[in-house]
């Protein structure tokens, strides 16, 4: 469900450690833009996570899935992991239940440098780094076909197949074309390994190299991972858009500020990249921006440009006036910078309008 319309109903999942910390704060400055813009936005949470699981055994409840595509526009996801459940199984059954289920197969990860001081890159400004990381999010090693052999013997081997269709290489390509041409960027970069996954990644080669001629429009280049690697840190100014497989992009993608997930059926799940954190769960110093960022980039999803702009305003403003939680230089505690925000993004979309 999507309405595109005045209203939206969002689906919010904090889940485990800090996320049950930075999620309410970003859930705080969308209820501040919504006010001021007098839009109604309808919050439900679930309790979806290891305290849950733990005490009922439950991580996604029976027709979860069907709910969230029906009666919801977008779901808003803090973080799951918790040291109490080693396997983490909790965390698997609720991330790739839901992105298998919804067939979210666009992972789309921007890469934006929001303060100089923010980049050990010498002689690199806000200009220089602004480029989209797109990531295809259901199929790859995270299709988790594989097995043992001879378990727990001296002879033990394992094997992990990576598996690539055709259909899901190709429409992660055209959706990376299709959101360069869409946004006005000039350049797409398609990264691989195919130079020793010749078979994977031979698919990819291939696809890309059809897809291409269907948007010349677009300046695109083909690099092996470990090349991209280095190019991306050399000089970032040359990327807009980049597009590979789940795995490979795992190396590029920690750290940065929020992603999407996102599907043809107008599903999307919004989210900080960070983890849970256990070890900063509880102290009050967990960053919120990452969180406040990808509800950004779910107003963009619902349609509501200005009310995402304004946020965006707010966080820059944040770091440029350095209050910030101390992970970015500060001394304010979560709900502090969560407050600050809110206010200064609901004054900022009062002003626009």
Known sequence: M???????????????????????????????????????????????????????????????????????????????????????????????????????????????????????????????????????NTEGLYAGVGGFFKKGTPDEIAIQEDVNSRKGVERIIRYAFEHARQNGLKRLCMSDKSNAMTFAHGLWQRVFKELREEYTDIDSRHLYIDTLAMEIVRDPRQFDVIVTCNLKIEHHGRGKHRSEWVSDSLSGIFEPVHGSAPNLAGKGIANPLGSVLASAMMLDFLGWGPEANALRHAVRAALHENYVTPDLGGDKRTEEVGEWVAKKAGNKFAVQT
């Open 2 to 136: 999507r309405s595109g319309g005045p209203k939206a109903r969002i689906a919010v999942i904090p889940g485990d450690g800090i996320g049950t910390e930075v999620t309410p704060q970003a859930v705080k400055v969308l209820k501040a833009v919504a006010a001021t813009a007098n839009r109604p936005l309808e919050f439900v949470e679930f309790d979806w996570g290891a305290d849950k699981y733990l005490r009922e055994g439950i991580t996604l409840p029976p027709g979860a899935v069907e709910m969230l595509r029906d009666e919801f526009d977008a779901i808003l996801f803090g973080a799951l992991g918790d040291p109490r459940v080693p396997s983490n199984q909790h965390a698997a059954d609720i991330l790739l239940g839901l992105r298998f289920k919804l067939d979210l197969y666009v992972n789309a990860r921007p890469v934006e440098l929001l303060h100089n001081r923010l980049t050990p890159l010498r002689d690199r400004t806000e200009k220089d780094i602004r480029l989209v990381v797109i990531r295809e």
